[in-house]
């Protein structure tokens, strides 16, 4: 995994933006933003949808800058879209961040107003419901193996049986995980941790080193809290897990 280099200056390590949020999903990027502003130098928000509520929450993290538009994509190392955007669709927003995205994270909603354009090299987070709803078939091992070649693309299939990660010509499971993870917001953390690591390593390694370490996390809360923990405990656990 990438470590910063020596004499190396802020911007150098990592630059990420998230797309998300709207009047309905407050929290949902602010997950995100939790679980990736340790990992990366510079972190940015944009809204998907604006809403004044959704700012001022975002705005208690002080590490993030707010952006009130979009910005040039190709500025970021990687673009974490999808988190809370419902169901509102802006057509000529889709089209830019798929062709301006250096590196690019899809998580919630953002699935389904992508399936029929997934961004080759792009990582995809889908739990079962969403990978059937991709592609049109269970999200097996197989299944997933062939779905990451034939679209070039990275797929971490979120599932309690275990995580099946895959670039179609690597594939890895990981079963790090406990029940205490099935909390609303613990899939936000994910792609948020995810999207930092993409800042500067490979779409495999940093999907399935991400899953495995947000799993070591939850395991980490759950000898201090049993299952009782929540999903901003996770983002902030994640700096302590041993890499």
Wanted: charged share 25%; glycine share 10%.
């Amino acid at each position: 995994m990438y470590a910063p280099p020596k004499f190396s200056r802020k911007g150098q390590n990592g630059r990420l933006l998230v797309i998300g949020g709207g009047k309905q999903y407050h929290g949902a990027p602010m997950f995100s933003l939790l679980a990736a502003k340790r990992f990366v130098d510079l972190i940015y928000f944009c809204p998907y949808e604006y809403d004044n509520k959704l700012i001022y929450g975002i705005k208690t993290i002080p590490e993030v800058i707010v952006l009130q538009k979009l910005p040039k994509l190709s500025d970021f190392d990687c673009v974490l879209f999808g988190i809370g955007v419902g169901k509102k669709i802006e057509k000529k927003l889709l089209a830019k961040i798929v062709k301006e995205s250096k590196r690019l994270v899809i998580d919630g909603d953002g699935l389904k107003h992508l399936k029929n354009i997934l961004p080759k090299n792009s990582i995809i987070t889908p739990h079962e419901g969403e990978f059937k709803m991709l592609f049109g078939v269970p999200g097996t091992k197989e299944n997933v193996r062939k779905m990451a070649q034939k679209h070039n693309i990275t797929i971490l299939k979120k599932d309690p049986k275990g995580d099946i990660i895959s670039n179609g010509s690597r594939t890895k499971i990981n079963k790090i995980h406990n029940r205490g993870m099935t909390k609303g917001g613990t899939g936000d953390v994910l792609a948020g941790f995810v999207a930092a690591l993409f800042c500067k390593n490979n779409s495999f390694d940093s999907a399935f080193f991400g899953a495995k370490i947000v799993g070591k996390a939850g395991n980490s809360l759950k000898k201090k809290y049993g299952f009782n923990f929540s999903a901003s405990d996770l983002a902030n656990e994640l700096a302590a897990v041993n890499f």
